[in-house]
């Protein structure tokens, strides 16, 4: 067993490559079923919130970080923590809008894309559709509701890839029944 | 134990994969989302080999697949090795992983049991598509008597 | 430099093959073919001699009068082979191992595209573009 | 400091209880010489509660309690931000009465963890990290069998929760 070290690769880059791996396959399979690429978005982003809604609680847990005073530092905290943590990635947020309630991301290296080349035939699908629904979930849960599209695709031949996200409003703890 | 957070982005995409197969399908369906998580798995196995085994120089036999799967296939995908590996020298491989890594949140004992096999299918395609991948088809199954220990049988088709 | 580029599918039928613009395209498919032979005879032979190290790379299978056929083998049983113009007498055998690496590369993310089915015909173009660059250098 | 202070509660046998309330989410613990730990959400639901010293109950439901428990710290809450000078991150941490101490602690995803203990705990906001980042993100939201949201069912978390607490230096023996 003179080789054992050899077949041991870097874990961390493992860990990638089995996510945009099996992220490949889920998305070929959706395709198979649905033959619709706005119906491959809508399940993309479903799942993506059903995703978001759980990793939030371990991105807190992990970060340790607290309650975001504004819009600007959320979306920081986005970009350079959560991004980086689960996709090795740091986008550059820019584009905001006068209110300051819009921002872009943009990603230089999609990771969910690295390997993938789209048949032909597939201009409305949104290859990394997840990324929109995990923002929403995870944003829900820390009680602010977006909107989240995006806007350009490197996959489809733009020069970047850029998310758009929106507030829409904040959302509020319940009141205890019987007061108000 | 702190786990790489990617790895955890995995995890929960498993989670969700496994959710969605089985959301759009029947009760009387059941044997067909295991037969669509394995044919994803195995789709995963077959690429995820082709990158582990680029460094590597030449499998001699069987064995040596056999042993790069329990060793350097395991502990890249979870981070651990197999805990036990066993063969009756006919084709048949069973491998025990103590402390499954899909299984380690869901339950310490019998709780949830019923849903074991749906958390086990993804893996078993991706044993099998590595296998194929390197030039050994193989039926895998797996069987679990109290969570988070697995096993996992490989059965060699010589054909 | 490279005049032909081919990658065998595991049961021996071509995934691959591209060839410098020539009129004699056939000339080189039938090589390859002829190559596969040396291949299988490289792979077979190991374990008789315990000094081999089973290496990917196969090194050189067999020269003709205008050219050299080299070949590797990955770990999946897919071959590539690559032939290149004896006229290239400073070639180093490092070289051809280096190309055959990049080549490997290039399958395996190829292999990871999920729109593509194994063993179809390769028809990525990033793939290509890598096979293209080897065949233009100077 | 004895458990057995706290005299307006009244004894039972039970050491852990689930809330069976679907519509609050809360869990809470009593600590340091715990004597309860709950959970709750944000919409108020009791996720999971459990005690370890408490001696005494009520003489309402669980039910009520829990009902009693999200008002009063909805309340703190509110009342807690509205006179403080600065904007409040964290909310209040802590209030103390003379017979135990109620420890609060809440994740921007509305995750409130409370935990009664005896007099003697000081600040326990980091085993209340610990329980939610180690038991409640490892064992419920990352086990697909468990919603979010919902009042908890898995043994794990249980046990995982237990002998967390149990292995805390700051109990002594007095865990039954």
């Given at each position: 067993m003179s080789r054992q070290s050899s077949r041991a690769p870097d874990p961390r880059k493992v860990n990638g490559e089995l996510f945009?791996?099996?992220?490949?396959a889920l998305v070929a399979q959706l395709l198979k079923d649905y033959e619709d690429d706005d119906e491959v978005n809508r399940q993309l982003e479903k799942m993506g919130y059903n995703i978001g809604v759980r990793l939030i609680e371990d991105f807190l847990a992990r970060s340790n970080v607290s309650r975001c005073n504004d819009f600007r530092e959320t979306?920081?905290?986005?970009?350079?923590?959560a991004f980086k943590m689960y996709l090795g990635v740091t986008p550059v947020v820019s584009n905001w809008s006068a209110a300051g309630d819009e921002f872009s991301l943009l990603i230089e290296n999609n990771p969910l894309t690295d390997f993938v080349e789209l048949p032909d035939g597939h201009t409305d699908l949104n290859y990394s559709n997840l990324l929109c629904g995990a923002l929403k979930g995870a944003m829900e849960m820390v009680q602010m509701e977006v909107d989240v599209k995006f806007v350009q695709d490197q996959l489809k031949g733009d020069?970047?890839?850029?998310?758009?996200?929106?507030?829409?409003?904040r959302l509020e703890d319940a009141v205890p029944a019987g007061e108000d | 134990m702190a786990q790489l957070s990617d790895a955890v982005l995995f995890e929960y995409l498993h989670i969700e994969i496994v959710g969605y197969i089985h959301r759009c399908a029947d009760e009387n369906e059941k044997d067909h989302?295991?037969?669509?998580?394995?044919?994803?798995g195995f789709r995963v196995g077959?690429?995820?080999v082709e990158r582990f085994t680029r460094e590597s120089t030449r499998f001699k036999d069987e064995l040596d697949t056999m042993k790069f799967i329990c060793k350097d296939f395991w502990n890249s995908v979870y981070r651990k090795q197999i805990d036990n590996l066993r063969t009756n020298h006919q084709g048949v491989y069973v491998l025990q992983d103590n402390k499954f890594r899909f299984l380690t949140q869901i339950s310490n004992g019998k709780q949830y049991m019923d849903v074991a096999p749906k958390f086990l299918a993804f893996p078993c395609g991706m044993i099998r598509g590595a296998l194929a991948n390197l030039g050994v088809n193989s039926v895998v199954t797996a069987e679990v008597s109290a969570m988070?220990?697995?096993?996992f049988q490989i059965q060699i088709q010589r054909t | 430099m490279a005049v032909c580029v081919a990658v065998i599918a595991k049961e021996n039928y071509p995934l691959f093959i591209k060839t410098i613009p020539t009129d004699n395209e056939l000339k080189f498919y039938y090589t390859v073919h002829t190559s596969l032979d040396v291949v299988e005879e490289k792979i077979s032979s190991v374990g008789k001699n315990t000094n081999d190290m089973r290496e990917l790379y196969l090194g050189l299978l067999y020269p003709t009068e205008d050219y050299k056929v080299y070949g590797y083998v990955t770990n999946t049983k897919v071959k590539f082979v690559i032939i290149m113009e004896s006229s290239n007498t400073n070639l180093r055998d490092n070289e051809i191992r280096s190309m055959f690496r990049k080549l490997h590369g290039a399958y395996s993310d190829m292999l990871c595209n999920p729109f593509y089915t194994p063993g179809e015909n390769i028809t990525s173009r990033s793939f290509e573009e890598v096979v293209l660059a080897m065949m233009q250098q100077d | 400091m004895e458990s057995e202070d706290e005299e307006e509660l009244v004894s039972s046998d039970d050491n852990e209880k689930l809330c069976d309330r679907s519509d609050t989410a809360y869990v809470t613990n009593h600590l340091a010489l715990p004597a309860s730990c709950r959970i709750l959400v944000r919409n108020g639901t009791c996720l999971y509660y459990t005690e370890w010293n408490r001696k005494t109950h009520l003489s309402m439901s669980k039910d009520e309690e829990f009902k009693l428990m999200y008002g009063m710290i909805f309340s703190i809450k509110s009342f807690v931000s509205r006179i403080s000078p600065y904007d409040l991150k964290d909310g209040f941490l802590n209030f103390k009465t003379s017979k135990y101490k109620l420890h609060f602690y809440e994740t921007p995803s509305g995750l409130k963890l409370v935990m009664n203990t005896d007099l003697t705990a000081g600040n326990i906001r980091d085993v209340l990290h610990q329980i939610y980042s180690n038991i409640y993100v490892e064992y419920i939201v990352k086990n697909p069998m468990c919603e979010l949201g919902v009042p908890i069912k898995s043994e794990l978390f249980k046990t995982k929760l237990d002998?967390?607490?149990r292995g805390l230096s700051v109990f002594p023996m007095k865990l039954s």
């Amino acid at each position: 067993m003179s080789r054992q070290s050899s077949r041991a690769p870097d874990p961390r880059k493992v860990n990638g490559e089995l996510f945009t791996l099996t992220y490949g396959a889920l998305v070929a399979q959706l395709l198979k079923d649905y033959e619709d690429d706005d119906e491959v978005n809508r399940q993309l982003e479903k799942m993506g919130y059903n995703i978001g809604v759980r990793l939030i609680e371990d991105f807190l847990a992990r970060s340790n970080v607290s309650r975001c005073n504004d819009f600007r530092e959320t979306a920081d905290q986005i970009a350079k923590v959560a991004f980086k943590m689960y996709l090795g990635v740091t986008p550059v947020v820019s584009n905001w809008s006068a209110a300051g309630d819009e921002f872009s991301l943009l990603i230089e290296n999609n990771p969910l894309t690295d390997f993938v080349e789209l048949p032909d035939g597939h201009t409305d699908l949104n290859y990394s559709n997840l990324l929109c629904g995990a923002l929403k979930g995870a944003m829900e849960m820390v009680q602010m509701e977006v909107d989240v599209k995006f806007v350009q695709d490197q996959l489809k031949g733009d020069n970047i890839t850029e998310l758009r996200l929106k507030f829409i409003r904040r959302l509020e703890d319940a009141v205890p029944a019987g007061e108000d | 134990m702190a786990q790489l957070s990617d790895a955890v982005l995995f995890e929960y995409l498993h989670i969700e994969i496994v959710g969605y197969i089985h959301r759009c399908a029947d009760e009387n369906e059941k044997d067909h989302c295991i037969a669509k998580l394995e044919s994803l798995g195995f789709r995963v196995g077959q690429s995820l080999v082709e990158r582990f085994t680029r460094e590597s120089t030449r499998f001699k036999d069987e064995l040596d697949t056999m042993k790069f799967i329990c060793k350097d296939f395991w502990n890249s995908v979870y981070r651990k090795q197999i805990d036990n590996l066993r063969t009756n020298h006919q084709g048949v491989y069973v491998l025990q992983d103590n402390k499954f890594r899909f299984l380690t949140q869901i339950s310490n004992g019998k709780q949830y049991m019923d849903v074991a096999p749906k958390f086990l299918a993804f893996p078993c395609g991706m044993i099998r598509g590595a296998l194929a991948n390197l030039g050994v088809n193989s039926v895998v199954t797996a069987e679990v008597s109290a969570m988070p220990a697995c096993k996992f049988q490989i059965q060699i088709q010589r054909t | 430099m490279a005049v032909c580029v081919a990658v065998i599918a595991k049961e021996n039928y071509p995934l691959f093959i591209k060839t410098i613009p020539t009129d004699n395209e056939l000339k080189f498919y039938y090589t390859v073919h002829t190559s596969l032979d040396v291949v299988e005879e490289k792979i077979s032979s190991v374990g008789k001699n315990t000094n081999d190290m089973r290496e990917l790379y196969l090194g050189l299978l067999y020269p003709t009068e205008d050219y050299k056929v080299y070949g590797y083998v990955t770990n999946t049983k897919v071959k590539f082979v690559i032939i290149m113009e004896s006229s290239n007498t400073n070639l180093r055998d490092n070289e051809i191992r280096s190309m055959f690496r990049k080549l490997h590369g290039a399958y395996s993310d190829m292999l990871c595209n999920p729109f593509y089915t194994p063993g179809e015909n390769i028809t990525s173009r990033s793939f290509e573009e890598v096979v293209l660059a080897m065949m233009q250098q100077d | 400091m004895e458990s057995e202070d706290e005299e307006e509660l009244v004894s039972s046998d039970d050491n852990e209880k689930l809330c069976d309330r679907s519509d609050t989410a809360y869990v809470t613990n009593h600590l340091a010489l715990p004597a309860s730990c709950r959970i709750l959400v944000r919409n108020g639901t009791c996720l999971y509660y459990t005690e370890w010293n408490r001696k005494t109950h009520l003489s309402m439901s669980k039910d009520e309690e829990f009902k009693l428990m999200y008002g009063m710290i909805f309340s703190i809450k509110s009342f807690v931000s509205r006179i403080s000078p600065y904007d409040l991150k964290d909310g209040f941490l802590n209030f103390k009465t003379s017979k135990y101490k109620l420890h609060f602690y809440e994740t921007p995803s509305g995750l409130k963890l409370v935990m009664n203990t005896d007099l003697t705990a000081g600040n326990i906001r980091d085993v209340l990290h610990q329980i939610y980042s180690n038991i409640y993100v490892e064992y419920i939201v990352k086990n697909p069998m468990c919603e979010l949201g919902v009042p908890i069912k898995s043994e794990l978390f249980k046990t995982k929760l237990d002998d967390y607490i149990r292995g805390l230096s700051v109990f002594p023996m007095k865990l039954s």
